[in-house]
């Protein structure tokens, strides 16, 4: 046992010497005008990880406004100190002429250096650079063959190298050997790597469906002539997690700062940017309630705190803001208990027996605004209000609300009425009236559902719930609904 723990001790001091000679991460301070403090230190990889760091998130907040010209200052100052993945920015800022003019040499001397300073991504934008002619003789032989050092393979994907060989690219001739080659790799990555456990049948035909495709190809990926934007990621498009990741960088002080107002606004950006119904909104609207219920951006606001948590689906903190009331640091009272909504939003966070009853609860509370006592205590919101009555349609107040709501023209969100359309069709309740306007709608494509994939329809979503609710004997008016299938083509 004195050996193994003098080992484990031995083994414990040499790890840390070792990743003084790696260092796992890197800062630089520099001076940033919109910070309280007039600096941030931000971080980053050394190497690069996949996991995103303080520099990359904050950079991404500058593109998700548009400000080339300080994303260009701040990935200098960071490449200066040898952050590679800025190194790759500032190359692609060259190429695309963002915040700086377009200068094709440049950029290539940028991605060279991050080659150099070890960045294994730099030669992908190397070789597009030799396959378009960006700047240098286009040479697609070379593009295609391009290998970065050290590596034992090429930079372009399995998918892209079968494309290149099969079509043929500049001074790159088809070549099927080669082609069918790639070919190989790309299908058994793909089929392995979808499937999971595959037998060899199952295998072989997958294979030949691949191949079968493989051979009508006719047009090279996009991916190979678009010019890299500085927005690694995500392939030159903002996302609403990036102005998430905002919030928190500035929620958490990851830049040495903390800034709850800049937070709150990157918070509401995200919200803004994604939608209901996703973890980037749901998380965000967390954080909102956190900051409106605690009074961190200088007031205490319940009735956006109660708001932004629900549409978080943080109902259990509603339920501790109603079981204890909320007072703040002077002994103001902001909000009061309120025993029933208290067990109403603990009963919909736990889904406790009898929920749909607390569903219409809080469905009639963001209804009206008002609590059960008549007190005032949030601002009416249609699509709560609907979201709830949608959740608990098994009470028939609930259903009946939601008909309504329906019928008033107040439910509107994307994937609400799409999670309505896809499961009312189960409610233990009258929806009769809500099903066949609601398929009259999606058939004749007066309203806009949330689609989870490109091959579902409108169309189809309305004959799978008429069709549900003939099974379930829920549409007295057999004609209406005879009706409306009559319209849709017998293939959805």
Known sequence: MKKLLALLLAVLLVIPAAMADYPDTCSLTIPYEGSPTGSLTLEWYDPPRDAISSSETFVNGLYIEEKWEEAWRINLLLAEEGDTLSMLRLGNHC????????????????????????????????????????????????????????????????????????????????????????????????????LGGVTESEY?????QLLESFRTWDSLPQGLFTRPHPIIWSNGIVQASDAMDMGTFWRNGEGGVVDHVEAARWFEMAIEMDGNSSFVSEWSHYALGEYYRNGMLGVFDMDKAIRHYTYGVSYDEVAE???????????????????????????????????????????????????????????????????????????PHCAAQLTEMYKAGLIT????????????????????????????????????????????????????????????????????????????????
């Open 95 to 194: 190429l695309n002429g963002l915040g700086v003019p377009q200068d094709e040499a440049a950029a290539m001397q940028w991605y060279e250096r991050a080659r150099a300073s070890g960045n294994r991504s730099a030669g992908r934008y190397i070789a597009l650079m030799y396959l378009n002619g960006w700047g240098v003789e286009a040479d697609a032989k070379y593009a295609a063959t391009y290998t970065d050092p050290g590596a034992d393979r090429p930079v372009f994907s399995n998918h892209e190298l079968a494309c290149l060989y099969l079509l043929g690219c500049g001074n790159l001739a088809p070549d099927m050997e080669q082609a069918m080659y790639w070919f190989d790799q790309y299908a058994d990555e793909t089929i392995r790597r979808r």
């Open 204 to 208: 072989q035909e997958r294979y030949e």
């Open 321 to 395: 803001m109603f079981l204890g009331g909320v007072t703040g640091p002077d002994g103001t009272v902001y909000l009061a208990p309120n025993a029933v909504l208290a067990d109403a939003f603990a009963a919909i966070d736990e889904y406790r027996d009898g929920t749909d009853t607390h569903f219409a609860l809080v469905g009639d509370l963001f209804r009206t605004g008002k609590g059960p006592d008549g007190t005032i205590l949030v601002t009416p919101d249609p699509y709560l209000t609907a979201k709830m009555y949608y959740l608990g349609d098994d009470d």
């Open 413 to 492: 969100d994307p994937r609400l009425l799409y999670s309505i359309a896809n499961n009312i069709s189960w409610s233990k309740c009258d929806v009769s009236e809500l099903i066949l306007l609601l398929a009259d709608d999606l058939i004749h494509e007066r309203i806009t559902v949330w689609k989870p994939n490109a091959d579902s329809t409108q169309t189809y979503l309305a004959c799978k719930m008429l069709q549900r609710a003939l099974e379930m004997d829920m549409l007295p008016d057999l004609a209406a609904a005879e009706a409306l299938l009559a319209l849709i083509p017998e293939e959805e």
